[in-house]
Each structure stands twice: as C-alpha cells, then as structure tokens.
C-alpha cells in the first residue's frame, strides 16, 4: 500500500501562489510506472472534488475551475507529485490531498491511497 504525505499548503493573500508536493512512500518502483496520481480538495461543507490528474505517460487532466492557474507534475522517479498554484482566489480555500492508483480514469486515479492532506487558505 502506497503511502502519501502532503506538504506545501498555508495561507496566502488572493492572486498569490503555492506549491503543494505530496511523496510516495512504500511505493514499488516497478509497480509505480503504472500508477496516476492526483490531487483532490474538500472545502468545509462541500464534497471532494478532482483538481488535476497525471497518467503513467505524463498525460495530465484539470477541472475547469482551473482555468490555467495550476500545473500538475512529477519527479522522473513518479515518487513526489507536485502542484504549482498560481492567482489563487478565495475560492480555492480548501484541504488539498493526493492519491495513486494503478487504476486510472484517464488521468485520474480511482479507489486509490490518499494522503492526510494540506490545508490552503486564500484570503481576499
């Protein structure tokens, strides 16, 4: 079972940046090169949502809240997972967590490990 830590999350200012990093531990390297990754986000109240995907070919996927703020990649070693997040809005306000699979959904992993998440808060 592969395990995941987050990292990277805090608060920030509207239009700020972060980037989020989440590390796959316990992870066999063979077995990894089949695996996408992904990041997710749950704000207070509301159900988990998809925010990026990334396939065993690189191939990436975003919502459509995205709009081209954020970028979804990975070491060459597909161990760290990274999400660069740029003019944040309060809306993004949210606990950002990862997942890997070796069962994908495009880019999307499905029924996969989850970190215990990164809380980003924006403020206006």
């Not at 070919?57 to 760290?80: E, H, L, P």
């Not at 990862?98 to 992993?109: E, F, I, L, V």
């Not at 990164?118 to 206006?124: A, E, F, R």
Request: with cysteine; glycine share 12%; aromatic share 10%.
């Amino acid at each position: 079972q592969v395990q995941l830590q987050e990292s990277g999350g805090g608060s920030v200012q509207s239009g700020g940046s972060l980037r989020l990093a989440c590390v796959a531990s316990a992870y066999n390297p063979r077995r990894a090169r089949r695996y996408c990754m992904g990041w997710f986000r749950q704000a207070q109240g509301k159900q988990p949502e998809g925010v990026a995907g990334i396939d065993n070919n690189g191939r990436v996927s975003y919502a459509d809240f995205v709009q081209g703020r954020f970028t979804i990649s990975q070491d060459n070693a597909k161990t760290t997972l990274y999400l660069q997040m740029n003019t944040l809005k309060p809306e993004d306000t949210a606990k950002y967590l990862c997942s890997a699979s070796p069962d994908c959904r495009g880019s999307w992993p499905q029924f996969g490990s989850w970190g215990q998440g990164t809380q980003v808060t924006v403020s206006s």
